[in-house]
Each structure stands twice: as C-alpha cells, then as structure tokens.
C-alpha cells in the first residue's frame, strides 16, 4: 500500500532514510496516474535541497568492466579501509555515493535484469552506498526514463556523487549527457581497431576516455590504444573552450589509475565552474529535460485520444496498403487530437 502523504517521502529522504529513499524512487517509477501525481509534489518540495552532487555518467563498450570500474572507483570515493588503495593515492574525504544503473528491460515480460547489486557486491553493502538498477522500460537506448528525478532524489538525500552507468555504447549516451556534469567513456585496448569500437559522436560528447584493464600483458597496448584515441579527440572540436578532453588508462582489477579519474573529474568541475559553464550547462540540462517531458507527454496522449485509437488501425492499414499518404494520415491523426 502507497503511503499518499507527500510529506513522508519528503521528510524521509532528507533524513536519509535509505528504505524510505528506495520508497520514492519507487513511486517516481510507476505509471499510475495517482502515483505521479505524488511523485510531482515530491519533487517539487525536494528541489531547493538538489544541485550540489558531482553528477557522472559511465558508458563503454561490451566487456569493458564497468562494473568493475564503478565498484573499484566507488569503493575509493567511500575511502572503506578494506579498499587496496595504490600508494600515494590522495581522497580528500569520504564521499556518499550512488549508482543509478539502467538495465536493459525484457522485450517480452518488461521486467529487467536487476544484477548490479551482485556485480558490486562490496560496494552494494557499504553504508556510504546506494545501487539502484532501474529498468529502462523499453526507452531509447536503455536510458531509464525517469532517471533524471532519481538523480535529484539521491541528491535530497545527500549523495555527493551520483554516478549513471549506460547499457552501452549507443544512442542512449547522448540521452546521459544531457543530464550529467562529466561523461566518461571506458575502452578496451587490444580488440582489434581500437577506433571502430566507438562511434565518432560518443568521441564528441565525452569527456573523458579511460582505458580499462591497462594491466599485465595489456599495458603496452593500453599505451598504444590511449595514442590513438589522442590523435582521434585531436581531430575534434572540443565541446568546451576550457577543457580539452584527455585519454587516461587504468585498471578497475588492480585498483590503478582510478584515483587519477578522479582527479580528472575535480579539475573539470573546477574549471568549469570558475567559468561559469557548469551553471550554464545546468540550466540548458532542465530545459532539456522540461521539453522531453513535454514531448512524452504529448506522445502519451496522443495513445491514449479515444478519437486516435478508433482511426489509427484503419490509416495505418490505408498507408501500408498505397490507399493514403503518409503525411495525410500523419495530419488526419493529428487534427484528432483534442490539443
């Protein structure tokens, strides 16, 4: 049973009451019409309480060890003491830290594979952490659709880093860097052409690219991958005039150049609020996201327009067959909405 006071979620998130904070991702999550409802006056009462965590995203290609990466790099951000850090690695605090991961939902039952939490299995138990596997839902990419509320959410709850780990490489990376600070784009060395694992508009939109596994017999192909993307990125205009993205390589198994990312992705934030593109950048992200919602909203009515169902079979059937343009039945359909 939904609890249907506003009030209790609110409270409870920002005590940081983890049950309570699943609760409202929960809610958020729904399709009921009551629930988002709530879901809305929640949000709106948790928004002065947001903005202030470091919001990542994490993509990479197949086999690439995400898992492993969030796991090592999140295990540091929480500095646990269990936690083989490299010598002279320097955190300067122990930070809360969240994992949004997007599962790719079951094209016949919809639910999802929820495996995260046994992928990261240290980081899941630790009391600075929060996993939440969220099923995409059949969206573009994979991209959870209400992946942006959950992020501000987690940010109520006072979660410094929120991280948002993609499928994939694909088109869904565009979709998660329009709604975090600093994309980060993991590769694999040794796989052949380095540069035909990755399309060149995710090149543009990162950040930042790490290559992964730099270990044992890998490293001198990780020095030789790691040039080859350097002379890629060289060939791009940069999407900001103060930072140049740069190409790192580390190892999420042996624990090495992850402090280095992190570095990285402090020295972005840095620079970019000093120029004041991190605030600029914050505000076209909720423009974005305001009209998204405003073209799925109007996609979920158009659906649902009695009018529109009881034509909709007949002009598909007439377009399929040559009875009807396209762009006459688009139009027929259209004037049937009741806008």
Known sequence: MINQDPQYYIQGVLAQDRRIVSKTITLIESSLPSHQELARNILDALLPHTGKSVRLGITG?????????IESFGMMLVRDKTHPLKKGTKIPKAY??????????????GGSILADKTRMENLSTHERAFIRPSPSGGTLGGVARKTRETMLICEAAGFDV???ETVGVGQSETTVASMVDFFLVLMLAGAGDELQGIKKGVLEIADAIAINKADGDNIEKAKRAKKEYETALHLLRPSSSHW??????????????????WRTISDHRE?????????????SQSLDWMWSMVEDG????FYKNEKVKKSLTRLT???????????LAANELLHLMDI
Do not use: H, Q, Y
């Open 244 to 261: 140049t993205p740069p190409v790192m390589t580390c190892s999420a198994m042996e624990v090495a150049g992850i402090d280095n990312i």
């Open 271 to 283: 620079k970019l609020s000093e120029a004041g593109e991190l605030e600029e950048k914050r505000r």
């Open 96 to 109: 809360n830290v969240a994992v949004l991961a997007v599962d790719p939902s079951s094209t016949r039952s």
């Open 298 to 301: 109007l996609k979920e009515r």
């Open 61 to 69: 290609v197949p086999g690439v060890g995400k898992s492993t990466f």
């Open 317 to 327: 059937l007439e377009v399929e067959k040559g009875i009807t343009a396209p762009t």
């Open 162 to 164: 929120i991280i948002v």
